[in-house]
């Protein structure tokens, strides 16, 4: 059976017995057929060709929740960049079949056109998100995290989760939706998810599917740079380390640095003098050719 958003009509479908929606009105009668006083509410927004990361994610809200919504929407608004969008991987069917190895009867899928998200125009706020937003991602990808505060905030308000889960793999993204639950005082708890990764240590990510065999076992330096920085960061100060995560992607013929960041783990801003008691992290950005990845490291 060929399913995308469009076919999906009005009410749920019930493919391989997975309930999947592409309207918030039939997927809130359901909800609220199902809330009473104790029922948790549990919604893991992803942009779906998922894999063990959002797994992981789903997986931690089935233990806190009652039900856990899983949306799955390719956001226009926060791509910068027209040709990322579309070859973002759209893979809805294959998305419910690992979805089903959960063999949960309490995950709904919600995987909406633009329109039921945005209405007729697809548009984003702009937030301030206490300089935040200003940093890494925010510098290399503008607009971006408008984009994101946008779709999340529309998440929130459709489904009204009691907790919502994000990967630390977007530690970024997880500062900025903190930002936004403590400024509009949305009553939803935010839960921190862990980073999975491959064998070789690579984050897992749904780009990764664009990476060729030889490619992925390249992008594996990614993190390693990232591990031999943690070890570095106890003796060496943060110039020196950067210096040398330079010559490591230098003369690489696969990987472009984009950026490398030690930073403050609550304020994103670059590390200036080490101080006590305070968490730094290491971030980057990487292209294995056309395929832009992130990752990061706690690093103390
Ligand atoms: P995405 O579909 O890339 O927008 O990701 C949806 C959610 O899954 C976000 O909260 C991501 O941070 C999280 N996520 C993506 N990859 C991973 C990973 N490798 N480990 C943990 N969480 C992840």
Same mark, same amino acid.
């Not at 079949?97 to 007729?120: H, Q, R």
């Not at 530690?171 to 939706?177: E, G, K, R, T, V």
């Given at each position: 059976?060929?399913?995308?958003? *469009?076919? %999906?009509?009005?009410?749920?479908? *019930?493919?391989?017995?997975?309930?999947?929606?592409?309207?918030?009105?039939?997927?809130?009668? %359901?909800?609220?057929?199902?809330?009473?006083?104790?029922?948790?509410?549990?919604?893991?927004?992803?942009?779906?060709?998922?894999?063990?990361?959002? +797994?992981?994610?789903?997986?931690?809200?089935?233990?806190?929740?009652?039900?856990? $919504?899983?949306?799955?929407? $390719?956001?226009?608004?926060?791509?910068?960049?027209?040709?990322?969008?579309?070859?973002?991987?759209?893979?809805?069917?294959?998305?419910?079949?690992?979805?089903?190895?959960?063999?949960? #009867?309490?995950?709904?899928?919600?995987?909406?056109?633009?329109?039921?998200?945005?209405?007729?125009?697809?548009?984003?706020?702009?937030?301030?998100?206490?300089?935040?937003?200003?940093?890494?991602?925010?510098?290399?990808?503008?607009?971006?995290?408008?984009?994101? &505060?946008?779709? $999340?905030?529309? +998440?929130?308000?459709?489904?009204?989760?009691?907790?919502?889960?994000?990967?630390?793999?977007?530690?970024?993204?997880?500062?900025?939706?903190?930002?936004?639950?403590?400024?509009?005082?949305? #009553?939803?708890?935010?839960?921190?998810?862990?980073?999975?990764?491959?064998?070789? &240590?690579?984050?897992?990510?749904?780009?990764?599917?664009?990476?060729?065999?030889?490619?992925?076992?390249?992008?594996?330096?990614?993190?390693?740079?990232?591990?031999?920085?943690?070890?570095?960061? &106890?003796?060496?100060?943060?110039?020196?380390?950067?210096?040398?995560?330079?010559?490591?992607?230098? *003369?690489?013929?696969?990987?472009?640095?984009?950026?490398?960041?030690?930073?403050?783990?609550?304020?994103?801003?670059?590390?200036?003098?080490?101080?006590?008691?305070?968490?730094?992290?290491?971030?980057?950005?990487?292209? $294995?050719?056309?395929?832009?990845?992130?990752?990061?490291?706690?690093?103390?």
């Amino acid at each position: 059976m060929q399913i995308n958003a *469009n076919s %999906l009509s009005l009410q749920a479908v *019930n493919f391989q017995m997975m309930k999947v929606f592409a309207r918030k009105h039939a997927l809130n009668t %359901l909800l609220a057929q199902k809330k009473e006083e104790s029922f948790q509410l549990g919604l893991v927004p992803t942009m779906g060709a998922l894999h063990q990361g959002h +797994l992981s994610l789903i997986q931690s809200a089935l233990k806190d929740n009652d039900c856990v $919504v899983v949306s799955i929407f $390719v956001n226009p608004t926060q791509f910068n960049n027209a040709s990322d969008l579309n070859h973002y991987p759209r893979t809805l069917e294959a998305d419910i079949k690992k979805l089903k190895t959960l063999s949960s #009867p309490n995950i709904m899928v919600y995987a909406p056109e633009a329109e039921d998200i945005y209405g007729t125009t697809i548009s984003k706020q702009s937030f301030n998100f206490d300089g935040l937003e200003h940093q890494m991602e925010g510098k290399f990808r503008p607009g971006h995290f408008d984009g994101v &505060g946008t779709v $999340v905030q529309r +998440l929130f308000e459709i489904v009204q989760p009691n907790n919502a889960y994000f990967g630390e793999k977007d530690f970024q993204q997880l500062a900025i939706i903190r930002k936004l639950v403590e400024l509009t005082k949305f #009553p939803v708890k935010i839960v921190g998810c862990p980073i999975s990764r491959e064998k070789n &240590g690579l984050a897992m990510s749904s780009r990764n599917v664009r990476l060729t065999d030889i490619e992925q076992t390249h992008a594996a330096k990614i993190f390693s740079v990232l591990k031999t920085t943690k070890e570095k960061f &106890g003796t060496e100060d943060a110039t020196k380390i950067k210096e040398w995560v330079d010559q490591q992607f230098e *003369n690489d013929p696969i990987l472009t640095l984009e950026y490398f960041e030690i930073s403050n783990e609550l304020t994103l801003e670059p590390i200036d003098e080490k101080q006590d008691k305070m968490k730094y992290r290491a971030f980057i950005a990487v292209y $294995v050719r056309e395929v832009r990845l992130i990752d990061n490291i706690a690093l103390n």
